[in-house]
C-alpha cells in the first residue's frame, strides 16, 4: 500500500503568522519545526494504517522546509519541481495521498493566508469557468493518475474548499481564521494527535473515494492581480490568449498542462 503526502506550511497547527511562513526569518525555523511534527504524525498514522511505502513531498516555496534528520526514517522525500509540477514523481503506482497543512484559494473569506500559487501575484485561477485553488488542482492533477486524495488537514476554511470538491475525503481542521492572517489554533501537539488518527482512518478509504477528474478540454483562465504581472508571465508563451488586461487564456486536453500559464 504506496502512499503520496503532498506538505505545505500555511495550514500547520501552531503557524499563526505570515512571517513563520517565509524562509530567511527566525519565526520560520520554528514553523518547520511544527511542520515536521505533524507530517511525522501523518506518516505514522498511515504506516499504523497498513501503509508499506511513504513518499512526502515537500512543496511549501521551493520544497526543502523539512530537516530529513529529524524525518521518519520509513518515508522517502521529495521536493516540488516549481509550480508546474506540484506533485513530484505522482505516478499511478500510489494508491491515494494525503495533503498535509493546506490553505484555501486565493478569495477566501476568514481563511488563513488564502492565496493560490504566488500570493501577490495570482487572482483567481479557473478551469472551464470554475475556480480552482491548489487543493483543486492538487486533485486534478492526482486523479489523472486515478490516485484519490484521502484525507486533508488545514484551517477550515482548507477543509471546506476540500470538501466541496472530494466530499469523502477525511478533513482535519487545525486551526480557524478571522481575516486573513489571525487563527484561532489548537496546540500543535493536539493537532498532530488528530493527524494521526485521521491518517490511520484514511487508510480505510483507499478505493472507496473516487480519483477527482473532470471532462477535457481544459480551458484554463488565469487572472492576475496587476497588468504588470500579466506583461510578465505573456513574455515568450506565445500559446497565451491574453482576454483582458489581467486575465490570460489557453485550452489543453492534457490536465498535466493546467499549470502551463505560471
Ligand atoms: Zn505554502
Known sequence: MKIYIMTDLEG?????????CKSGLDEYQKACRYLENEVNAAIEG?????????????????????????????????????????????????DGYLNIGHHA?????????????????????????VSYGEIGQQLLLAGDYDVAQLMISGDKAACEESTTLSPDSISVSVKEAYGNNKVNCLPPELG?????????EAMSLIGKVKPFKIDGP?????????????????????????????????????????????
Not at 500547520?12 to 513563520?20: C, K, L, P, T
Not at 498532530?192 to 490511520?200: G, H, N, T, Y
Request: charged share 30%; aromatic share 8%; net charge neutral.
Open 12 to 20: 500547520i497547527s501552531g503557524v499563526r503568522r505570515a512571517s513563520e
Open 46 to 94: 498511515a504506516f499504523e494504517g497498513g501503509a508499506t511505502e511513504v513518499l512526502v513531498c515537500d512543496s511549501h516555496g521551493s520544497g526543502f522546509n523539512l530537516d530529513l534528520k529529524n524525518m521518519d526514517k520509513r518515508a522517502r522525500y521529495c521536493e516540488n519541481n516549481g509550480i508546474k509540477e506540484l506533485m513530484a514523481l505522482i505516478d499511478e503506482s500510489f
Open 105 to 129: 484559494k486565493a478569495g477566501t473569506i476568514n481563511a488563513f493566508l488564502d492565496h493560490t500559487q504566488c500570493g501577490e501575484s495570482v487572482f483567481d485561477y479557473k478551469i472551464n469557468g
Open 192 to 200: 498532530c494527535e488528530m493527524v494521526r488518527k485521521a491518517s490511520k
Open 218 to 262: 481544459y480551458d484554463v483562465q488565469l487572472t492576475l492581480t496587476r497588468t504588470r504581472f500579466a506583461d510578465n508571465i505573456c513574455k515568450n508563451k506565445p500559446f497565451l490568449e491574453r482576454l483582458d488586461g489581467r486575465t490570460l487564456r489557453y485550452v489543453t486536453n492534457d490536465i498535466k498542462e493546467i499549470l502551463m500559464p505560471f
